[in-house]
């Protein structure tokens, strides 16, 4: 499979640069890969498509304060420093711009009461920091750091919270799961009042959000470990969700890749807590996830491939250009899509066997 198949054509300004008030004013690109169909609504009406009895899976991670700005002790010249995963009590794998200037042994100053020193460099392009400091590390850090944004956000956010989920409570990612901005605390009690049920799991996004695939054939691609918790109660309620014939609906990709590193057979899943680097992408088989909520993700990137893995590439291509041309808004701030079913295994097989050859007659 080549990276040029998740491709697609996206206008500049159809990327949402502001989030909609309410939350949940959003539209709702409705997906039925069984039947083919596409449909279009508005987030508030999410209970339109869901049952009593389904369970909806959400992300429960708060997004850190992750960006500090400081300068180079010797010289003084400015230093991004970007937060991903905590080592131990001091010691943060980041990303580091410009990371010629951010060479082991160098000392960055990002006030009076904190510093850090480079100690080494990682796999993937970033640095390894040991933070000096007087007080404590996380009060230090929400007076001095920034949350972060995507890159091709360039409005100035007047409210942090709103790149908060609402029900937000285990802090560690370097980004929101952004499926999960929809919803408001009104909504998720709306579903629950109906006999849906409210799971959480946790997964800290990562490097991974941030690296580009660049590699032409994406089983070559390598993801970045990402931490993540399924508590004993959570697996329960997925368990006994299966058990009574209901769906389990996943709130984003964070939470499918969440579901699917602790499954332990089709149908099966355990409480834990692990590192997961799961790459989904067409062809595999899901085990847990029944229907997922989403955004409409970058061209070319390892979402667009779980999305395409899950409901098909041609139907999920075909879905994007609609949503062009009807001008939905794209990425974390932009609309949101619900798909009701998996793709028919069958058409799972057919579809994945033309995508494997369908390069074959380029190289002969």
């Not at 711009?97 to 510093?115: T, W």
């Not at 879905?319 to 798909?339: E, P």
């Amino acid at each position: 499979m080549l990276l040029e198949d998740f491709d697609y054509d996206l206008p500049e300004e159809r990327i949402a640069q502001t989030p909609m008030e309410p939350r949940n004013a959003s539209r709702l690109m409705v997906l039925n890969p069984v039947e083919k169909t596409i449909s279009h609504d508005h987030f508030y009406n999410l209970k339109k498509y869901i049952v009593p009895g389904d369970t909806l899976i959400f992300n429960d991670t708060r997004v850190m304060p992750a960006r500090l700005i400081g300068h180079r002790d010797k010289t003084g010249g400015k230093v991004e420093i970007f937060l991903l995963r905590r080592l131990d009590a001091d010691h943060w794998e980041t990303l580091v711009k410009p990371g010629k200037k951010a060479q082991v042994g160098n000392v960055i100053n990002f006030s009076d009461e904190l510093s850090c020193i480079v100690t080494e460099h990682t796999d993937f392009g970033g640095r390894v920091v040991e933070f000096h400091y007087e007080g404590i590390f996380e009060e230090i850090l929400d007076r001095l750091g920034e949350t972060p944004l995507p890159p091709y956000i360039h409005e100035k956010l007047e409210d942090k919270e709103r790149y908060q989920t609402v029900y937000n409570r285990e802090e560690g990612s370097a980004a929101a799961p952004t499926a999960g901005l929809h919803f408001t605390k009104e909504q998720m009690q709306e579903l629950e009042d109906m006999g849906v049920h409210l799971g959480f799991v946790t997964l800290h996004v990562g490097l991974g959000t941030f690296r580009p695939v660049n590699v032409e054939n994406i089983e070559d691609h390598e993801m970045h470990k990402e931490f993540y918790h399924i508590s004993d109660e959570t697996a329960k309620l997925i368990m006994d969700t299966k058990k009574a014939g209901h769906r389990v609906i996943a709130v984003g990709t964070t939470s499918i890749r969440t579901l699917e590193s602790a499954a332990t057979a089709p149908g099966q899943i355990a409480g834990k807590s692990g590192w997961t680097g799961i790459f989904i992408y067409p062809g595999y088989q899901f085990k847990i996830v029944d229907a997922l909520i989403t955004n409409f993700h970058l061209p070319k990137s390892t979402l667009i491939m779980l999305i395409s893995a899950f409901a098909g590439r041609k139907f999920v291509l075909q879905a994007y250009k609609t949503a062009v041309d009807m001008r939905y808004r794209f990425f974390s701030f932009g609309d949101a899509m619900y798909i009701g079913a998996q793709q028919p295994e069958e058409e799972r097989e057919k579809e994945l066997y033309e995508l494997e050859h369908m390069h074959d007659h380029e190289n002969e």
